[in-house]
C-alpha cells in the first residue's frame, strides 16, 4: 500500500508557473506507475499526465501538451508535475494516483487503473 501527498498548488495569474510535488510513502515506490489527474467543479476527474514505472515513458492530455511535463525521483519518492503558461482553464484541484503495474515502461492511461489517490491540492488561475 502506498500513501500519496499532493503539495504545491495555489492561485496564480494566467501565464504563470507552478510545480506540483506528490510524495508518496513506503519503499516500493519504484513499483507504481504515477498519474496526476484534475477535476473542475462539476467536471469528471481528467487524467493530465503519466509517467511510467521506470520514469522512460510519458502520457499527456492533447489539453496540456507542451506546457506542462510529468517526471519522477525514485530514489526520492516524489512525482512532480510542472505547469506552464497556465490558464484559467486549468482551474481545478489536482490529484496524485498509483497504480502497482507490473509494466516497467509503460504509463497508466486510464483512471480505473489506478489503486492508490491523494486527496488533492487546488490550483486556481485567474485571467
Known amino acids: 500500500q502506498v500513501q500519496l501527498v499532493e503539495s504545491g498548488g495555489g492561485l496564480v495569474q494566467a501565464g504563470a508557473s507552478l510545480r506540483l510535488t506528490c510524495a508518496a510513502s513506503?519503499?516500493?515506490?519504484?513499483?507504481?506507475?504515477m498519474g496526476w489527474f484534475r477535476q473542475a467543479p462539476g467536471k469528471e476527474r481528467a487524467l493530465v499526465a503519466a509517467?511510467?514505472?521506470?520514469?522512460?515513458?510519458?502520457y499527456y492530455a492533447d489539453s496540456v501538451k507542451g506546457r506542462i511535463t510529468i517526471s519522477r525521483d525514485n530514489a526520492k519518492n516524489t512525482v512532480y508535475l510542472q505547469m506552464n503558461s497556465l490558464k484559467p482553464d486549468d482551474t481545478a484541484v489536482y490529484y496524485c494516483a498509483a497504480d502497482q503495474s507490473p509494466a516497467l515502461f509503460a504509463p497508466t492511461t486510464t483512471r480505473s487503473g489506478y489503486d492508490y489517490w491523494g486527496q488533492g491540492t487546488q490550483v486556481t488561475v485567474s485571467s
Open positions: 513506503g519503499r516500493t515506490f519504484r513499483s507504481y506507475a
Open positions: 509517467i511510467s514505472r521506470s520514469g522512460t515513458r510519458t
